[in-house]
């Protein structure tokens, strides 16, 4: 079996190749027809191919490596909402018919897709190496404070310690000064290497030093200029060194949580608009459902019996793009609880999830009534307060970005752990979700009423829905409670 690596590699040259030879055959309209088809063909083929390596990947890398096996279903997912195979084989057909513009037309949407494909998959690279640099300076972060826990101490015993005893802390100094010194190489070696945050820099000349590197070296001084002066009994001038040393020590964390913010800010900032993408996509089928799904309830009325064929043919392929939209909605589910951050919304997707099968449901029975409509129109509000509170996030997410010079450190972990929406957005979205248990409960209510009222009925079904509204209910108070505990801590 191909190393993982390797194939993410393959599957990123692959979209590349594709890419150039759909821009070849676009422009090669001077080509003799038949090698357009041909060519068309066998690009055609070959990304049918990648997707069935793409799948068996996912499949066989769950454990193994569960980021890349999500990266990998993005693109799945990506791929097959784009309908690229059908498109790219629709393109065959077309060439076939020498009907060129329209091939160049489709060409040029189906180059577009695959680059859009394409950034997915060479995401995997920028988000490793982020991921690789936020532990690392929560490592460093965690190191200096450290350092800075010591020198703090060292200050109380300077204070307190008797003037002619001074030079037995000089030992002290000494060994906290060599430990900033290691740290300072480490932090050296680390800027060493290209960041996304930084261009790349010699850690060697003085000159081209990062700010964090020249605040550590100025505290390194003060750390050696306290040396001396406790070694020479000068008890005030050591501790206004040692002050120096804390404070310089200080800038150098908040330095590092910037960077941190930084980093966490990229992170979401990606996240939220690949979700807005998402959501508007789901909001725009699930409408489109709604629309045709009315359009069906009016047409039904008085039908003949080959009109009531028609009528389930068509209710048939409108739950067939239900279930394009719940594997959307499945898909989404693994950008957010990747991130981890947004219980509500998880919950609020699984709500709709579980609404839309119960419309896909209806659908495949030809049950055509208001309860379906209702249903679908749950759907589509959740998608578009979820669609709502993406947008509001993005637009605090700009404006931390746009005032973070302004603002103070408040911790490294809360600089890390910056919530993909946040509380009162969450909120928000409980209190809709709750509104849709209570309209179900009373809806279920209703059903069973008249149920009651049927003899021989079978109530597998409605127990089912009903056991599911119990688990949402559930969850619904779990969240409350985990936010509540948040909130307090």
């Known amino acids: 079996m191909l190393d993982n ?116 998959l060479e995401s995997e690279n920028r988000n490793e190496r982020r991921n690789e640099e936020k532990e690392k300076i929560k490592e460093f972060l965690k190191d200096l404070e450290e350092i800075l826990h010591s020198e703090r101490m060292l200050k109380n015993q300077t204070h307190q310690q008797e003037s002619l005893n001074l030079p037995t802390l000089e030992k002290s100094q000494q060994a906290i000064r060599l430990r900033a010194q290691t740290f300072r190489e480490r932090l050296a070696e680390h800027e060493g290497t290209p960041l996304p945050h930084e261009p790349p820099s010699d850690s060697n000349e003085p000159s081209k030093q990062s700010p964090g590197q020249q605040t550590l070296q100025r505290a390194l001084e003060r750390m050696k200029q306290a040396e001396q002066k406790l070694k020479e009994v000068e008890k005030e001038g050591a501790i206004k060194e040692q002050e120096e040393v804390i404070a310089e020590l200080q800038r150098l964390k908040e330095e590092l949580e910037k960077i941190l913010r930084q980093l966490r800010e990229e992170e979401l900032m990606q996240t939220l608009e690949r979700l807005e993408e998402r959501f508007k996509r789901m909001l725009r089928h699930e409408q489109a459902i709604r629309s045709q799904t009315e359009r069906l309830i009016n047409e039904s009325a008085g039908q003949s019996v080959s009109d009531q064929r028609q009528t389930k043919i068509k209710a048939d392929r409108l739950g067939v793009d239900q279930q394009s939209v719940i594997e959307d909605a499945e898909s989404t589910l693994l950008i957010l609880r990747e991130d981890g951050t947004a219980q509500a919304m998880v919950e609020s997707l699984l709500q709709a999830r579980f609404d839309m099968a119960e419309v896909k449901n209806r659908l495949e029975q030809t049950v055509l009534d208001t309860i379906t409509l209702q249903v679908e129109d749950a759907v589509i509000s959740s998608f578009q307060e979820m669609l709502d509170a993406v947008q509001a996030a993005i637009e605090e997410s700009k404006q931390r970005q746009e005032s973070a010079e302004n603002q103070q450190p408040s911790g490294s972990e809360a600089a890390d752990e910056e919530p993909l929406i946040q509380l009162l957005a969450e909120l928000r979205m409980i209190r809709s979700m709750q509104r849709r248990i209570n309209e179900r409960t009373k809806r279920y209510d209703d059903e069973i009423k008249q149920m009651l009222e049927k003899p021989a009925t079978d109530w597998s079904l409605l127990k089912q829905a009903v056991e599911e509204l119990a688990r949402q209910q559930n969850r619904i108070s779990r969240i409350l409670h985990e936010l509540r505990i948040g909130k307090t801590e």
């Open 5 to 120: 690596d390797v194939v993410l590699s393959l599957s990123r040259k692959m979209c590349q190749r594709f890419a150039f030879w759909g821009m070849i055959i676009v422009f090669g309209a001077s080509l003799p027809a038949q090698e357009l088809t041909d060519k068309q063909r066998n690009l055609a083929g070959r990304y049918a191919q990648l997707e069935q390596v793409l799948l068996r990947l996912a499949e066989t890398s769950g454990h193994s490596n569960p980021r890349q096996a999500t990266l990998l279903k993005k693109a799945l997912v990506e791929s097959k909402d784009k309908l690229l195979v059908r498109r790219l084989e629709a393109l065959v057909n077309i060439l076939e018919r020498r009907q060129l513009t329209d091939a160049i037309n489709g060409q040029v949407e189906v180059e577009r897709d695959l680059l859009r494909l394409l950034k997915l």
